[in-house]
């Protein structure tokens, strides 16, 4: 595999998948609200990087958490302001976010505005001899982190609770459940996780304009993933991330990266009319059949 750089550059794509994938679950899967803004929360995590390089020329390490505090505490803000909101009013507020920043960036000059911006990566550290190893290694650790925070909330009493909110908000609310802090801390851990896998983009395609990082394939991917393999459990977003990223890359190398949407889109469609529960839905289904 070392011989071919490629290997590394779609497992990147992969595994990014895979963080904003679970990220979205947090937020859409575990507690209900549908978010359409994954771009604009990976965009300030990019951006976030792009303007620690120019302004500090800062290592990505030291971008990665400056991105994820930022996306972090825009997610946060975005809670505060539209948590009060339900159902498709909360989503379409998350998708005018995305609008509203991208607008922003286009009009940025110091980041290059709406042609965008390059910048030449720095070397990469000794152990690694390109940046596609070392940028391969780097989302493996994310991906990892963040599928470990999603077992943890799933596991705890925080998934316990986001869960009651998914299942009827009012009712958890009379249980006591602290409803309006539960949803504050999903809004942070997701955007802030979404942030995160946006930090590294810069140094992968090193060329940062709007069209690129406000992309509606991250919107599209970050929500599809997890419905295909399954909202109410952390291993359903990586199973989506992985079957529908492999199926990408190779179209995109086979075919071309326009039919990436449409497959997304045909198999989306495919699952809610025959599993809505997603892939761990229905291997669960057949296993209760078998039993039975």
Not at 59 to 69: D, E, K, N, Y
Not at 161 to 175: F, P, Q, T, V
Request: hydrophobic fraction near 55%.
């Amino acid at each position: 595999m070392g011989g071919n750089r490629y290997i590394y550059f779609a497992g990147y794509v992969v595994l990014q998948y895979i963080v904003l994938a679970t990220a979205w679950n947090v937020l859409g899967g575990y507690t209900g609200y549908v978010n359409f803004g994954t771009a604009a929360f990976f965009a300030t995590g990019a951006y976030s990087a792009l303007v620690l390089i120019l302004a500090f020329n800062a290592t990505l390490p030291f971008q990665i958490l400056a991105g994820a505090l930022a996306a972090g505490l825009l997610g946060l803000g975005i809670g505060y302001l539209t948590l009060r909101l339900r159902g498709v009013f909360f989503s379409i507020a998350t998708l005018a976010l995305s609008v509203v920043l991208q607008t922003v960036v286009s009009n940025w000059e110091y980041v290059g505005g709406g042609k965008g911006l390059s910048i030449i990566r720095p070397k990469p550290p000794a152990l690694f001899p390109s940046h596609a190893e070392y940028l391969f290694v780097v989302m493996v650790l994310l991906a990892a982190a963040s599928v470990a925070l999603a077992w943890w909330i799933e596991h705890s009493w925080v998934g316990r609770g986001l869960a009651a909110i998914r299942d009827n908000e009012e009712a958890a609310e009379c249980m006591g459940v602290p409803t309006l802090r539960l949803k504050l801390f999903a809004t942070t851990l997701s955007g802030c996780l979404m942030g995160v896998a946006g930090t590294p983009f810069p140094y992968y395609v090193t060329l940062v304009e709007p069209g690129s990082v406000f992309s509606l394939d991250y919107a599209v991917n970050s929500l599809a993933m997890p419905m295909i393999g399954g909202t109410t459990t952390w291993v359903g977003p990586i199973i989506g991330a992985v079957l529908l990223g492999t199926a990408q890359q190779v179209a995109t190398v086979t075919i071309s990266s326009e039919l990436n949407l449409l497959i997304v889109g045909i198999v989306l469609v495919a699952f809610v009319m025959l599993a809505p529960q997603g892939i761990v839905g229905l291997v669960q289904r057949l296993f209760r059949r078998r039993g039975a």
